[in-house]
């Protein structure tokens, strides 16, 4: 039996014109002199210099004039330094001075790839046979920084695909710390990030069992000033601080379209990128939904697995996860509880995939090995492409393999419904490998998806190619579940 795999004429390619405006700081010295020459202008030139701004950037942007007086605004230390009241200023020199710390990024502008998919939220106003979807992207910009990006999509009874047009803006979320952190957790995940061990130790004996983020603050304020003449250990406080960071809810307006919105690099054990994020509709045990992510917080030498929870795309929730079993990259959660726990795919050794079972979704300790690699294709890693898939004959894992020249190809393995420690079937060959259409990009060789969905019968893989833009595959799910059952005697 010869499995057909059908690539879909559609491909979501990066797009350059998706642009934010952000915070542009270029060093201590060089903003008190930009911010002192600004206030010598004349009232007549401040206008005459913003108002082209303004008229520009406001069809660029959702209200320039709010990013501009947010920007202006964290600049209180240098405006008390030069002796300022910021609140005395006018309205057009705010604006003015806060478009000199400002500057576009094209989110997209490199690559739009990994793609996952899960059901929209919203099902109405659908024929039999239509679904609507969201998907998330990987989306790398200048200096190969990652963020997350949506995109909705229409499937029909056919299952042809269509990808919704874009909104006119993009818009980061507000950023809200969390109030309340738990003291265990919160160390031994600092333990992880590899923060001095004696500076932990003095942070964590001040701190009660549970602690706001104020009083972390307040804590790190005073110890950095008992400790000013050591740089390397004021350092050492900032990753402290850094880390609480990690922990936040972002909320987006709703007015705006999901394409609007884009989850950026927030704390600095983000700064270089949020990869992978690999979403999943959860059923909980009440019948209610969520949609939990995983993804990979990257600040240029650590890997942070962090967790996403959301019930309607426009506030995230964002944790660390912790335990021996979250490490590295490759999480992927089930869609669901087995036998009252919550279970998630792993790659704790960035080689072989791994099992973990919990009774809470942000720890994981005692990871079980899972499934190693075995064929020719896959004998350098492996790893999952997204959370598992229910079907009547076990959970349908999507995996990735590399082998040769690095080339990655997508597998896949079924598991035991009961217990998915169990593998019951795989696929000898690979599923999908990168055609000659498809191998060259920001990376040549690979497609990779970070989660797939079904529909009207069928498997649909939204994948990444070479790590440049993303399109779409089908297979028949009867066909392939009969495959996959074909190999569960080795």
């Known amino acids: 039996m010869r499995l057909y795999i059908e690539r879909k004429p559609v491909k979501v390619n990066p797009d350059t014109k998706r642009v934010i405006a952000r915070f542009f700081f270029n060093g201590e010295e060089r903003a008190l002199e930009v911010i002192r020459k600004v206030l010598e202008f004349s009232d007549e030139k401040i206008f005459s210099l913003i108002s082209p701004i303004l008229q520009e950037y406001s069809k660029r942007h959702r209200n320039i004039t709010k990013i501009l007086n947010r920007h202006c605004k964290k600049l209180k230390k240098q405006f008390l330094a030069l002796g300022t009241d910021m609140e005395d200023l006018d309205q057009y020199t705010r604006l003015l ?44 910009g200048e200096g190969h920084i990652s963020s997350i990006v949506f995109r909705r999509a229409l499937i029909d009874k056919n299952n042809n695909i269509q990808v919704l047009p874009v909104g006119n803006y993009v818009d980061e979320a507000e950023i809200v710390k969390n109030a309340i952190y738990v003291k265990k957790l919160f160390f031994k995940k600092a333990a992880y990030a590899q923060i001095d061990p004696s500076v932990l130790e003095e942070i964590e004996a001040k701190l009660d069992e549970k602690f706001e983020y104020t009083s972390l603050s307040n804590i790190i304020k005073d110890s950095k000033s008992l400790h000013k003449e050591d740089p390397t250990r004021l350092i050492e406080y900032d990753k402290v601080l850094w880390l609480s960071d990690t922990y936040h809810t972002i909320t987006f307006s709703k007015d705006t379209d999901i394409s609007d919105r884009v989850i950026f690099p927030i704390s600095e054990f983000e700064r270089k990128g949020i990869e992978d994020a690999r979403f999943v509709k959860f059923i909980k045990d009440d019948g209610k939904i969520l949609y939990y992510a995983t993804y990979t917080a990257f600040d240029g030498s650590l890997i942070i697995p962090k967790l996403v929870q959301t019930a309607d795309f426009y506030e995230f929730k964002v944790i660390p996860l912790y335990g021996d079993g979250a490490q590295n990259k490759n999480l992927a959660l089930f869609p669901r509880k087995i036998n009252g726990k919550y279970v998630m795919m792993s790659r704790i050794d960035g080689w072989n995939n791994y099992l973990m079972f919990s009774d809470k979704v942000n720890v994981w300790e005692n990871p079980i090995l899972l499934k190693q690699p075995r064929y020719c294709w896959e004998l350098v890693q492996i790893g999952n492409c997204g959370s598992p898939i229910e079907t009547e004959k076990g959970w349908l894992v999507i995996t990735h393999g590399v082998g040769p020249m690095r080339r990655y190809c997508i597998g896949v393995v079924l598991l035991d419904l009961e217990d998915p420690s169990k593998e019951i079937g795989h696929l000898k060959e690979p599923l999908i490998i990168p055609n000659n259409d498809e191998r060259e990009g920001y990376v040549p060789n690979v497609v990779y998806s970070c989660g797939s969905i079904i529909s009207n019968g069928e498997l649909i893989i939204p994948y990444g190619l070479s790590d440049y833009s993303s399109s779409f595959a089908t297979v028949n799910l009867e066909l392939l579940l009969n495959k996959l059952l074909e190999n569960n005697d080795e």
């Open 97 to 140: 001075i806060g478009a000199y710390f400002t500057h576009e990024y094209s989110i997209e502008s490199a690559a739009f790839f990994n793609p996952s998919i899960v059901d929209d939220p919203d099902q109405t106003d659908l024929v039999e046979g239509e679904k609507r979807v969201i998907i998330s992207f990987r989306a790398v």
